[in-house]
């Protein structure tokens, strides 16, 4: 295929997808004029697009198959076929909740995917209900700056899987301070993060555990673009926090204790919502603003308690009186930022503070 006629039919189908379907045919009607090819390679891929769709919303409900103490899961390998259509690449990453491996899905479509697969024994009959609606949410959100989830299903053991979309990126500080950009630059990419944050959340979607490594940036054209990637899985695959025993199965906490909110800290609080992103976005702005948490929690105990009286009660220092105050560090997180000290410290003084 011919890179002219490949930018077309990206451009083309692209414009489609954000249409609603009845005003697709007048769209191509005039994008296609007399290129009859073009229009049938896009509505081609049009009706696969609304294949995938329809199978992701529709397939059939999970079959709970957990036996506790004893772990399903097959052996995964570099080069296994997985669910029948995604080849194993590399795995991408291990945690407590699971296993995320880079996969070559190779039907309905060829592409790259990242495949997470839910580990055995940390789910059982409410957390497979609440995966089961969660789907639906997590396929309505459609924005640049949130990375696709295309489908989700189960292992014959009754295992929940995602299959998103693969970024490729860097976590959003490591790219700036890889690139050295300025605070500029760096607000530029966290304004765009935030706006995928809250188109989420006018879905009523929360993420519940954002942080640096879940949101990634890529280059796209050569213009860096940041990809939540994610978004959504917490609620789908944790227990209830009606009950301790949602704390207590997971062996910690649903989230990363220094970005998240203290409300999303204390087992006994039930009122998570959209503020506990926003809590978690002031954390990831600190970090680029200053390289540095606003509250030191490696120096905090194992302790829950203590962990929460932390969290509530220590006041972080404003992040020009940080870079100011922390003269071992100032000089390179000033660097990392294309400026002196002295620049960097005037920079957040006044509104960035105070955000």
Sequence with gaps: MKIAHWESVKSLLHQALQLPVEQRAPFLDAGCASNHSLRAEIESL???????????????????????????????????????????VRKLGEGGMGEVWLADQISPVRRQVALKLIKAGIYDSPVVQRFQSERQSLAIMDHPAIAKVFE?????????????????????????????????????????????????????????DLKPANILVVEVDGKPLPRIIDFGLAKATTPSVDTDEAFTRMGSFVGTPAYMSPEQADPAGQDIDTRTDVYSLGVVLYVLLTGTLP??????SQSLAEMLRTLREEEPQRPSTRVSS????????????????????????GDLDWI
């Design 152 to 208: 989700a299903g189960a292992t014959e053991q009754g295992q929940p899987f995602f299959v998103m979309e693969y970024v490729p990126g860097m976590p959003i500080t490591d790219y700036c301070d890889q690139k050295k950009l300025m605070v500029p630059q760096r607000l530029e990419l966290f304004i765009q993060a935030c706006e995928g944050v809250q188109h989420a959340h006018q879905k009523a979607i929360i993420h519940r």
């Design 46 to 88: 049009l009706a696969a697009d609304e294949k995938v769709r329809a199978s992701f919303m529709e397939s059939p409900p999970l079959a709970n198959r957990f036996i506790p103490g004893i772990d399903l899961r097959p052996t995964l390998e570099p080069g296994q076929i997985f669910a029948q259509r995604f080849q194993l």
């Design 326 to 349: 922390d003269r071992a560090h100032s000089a390179a997180a000033a660097s990392s930022r294309a400026a002196t000290p002295a620049q960097l410290a005037s920079q957040l003084r």
């Design 295 to 300: 509250l030191d929690m490696n120096r905090v």
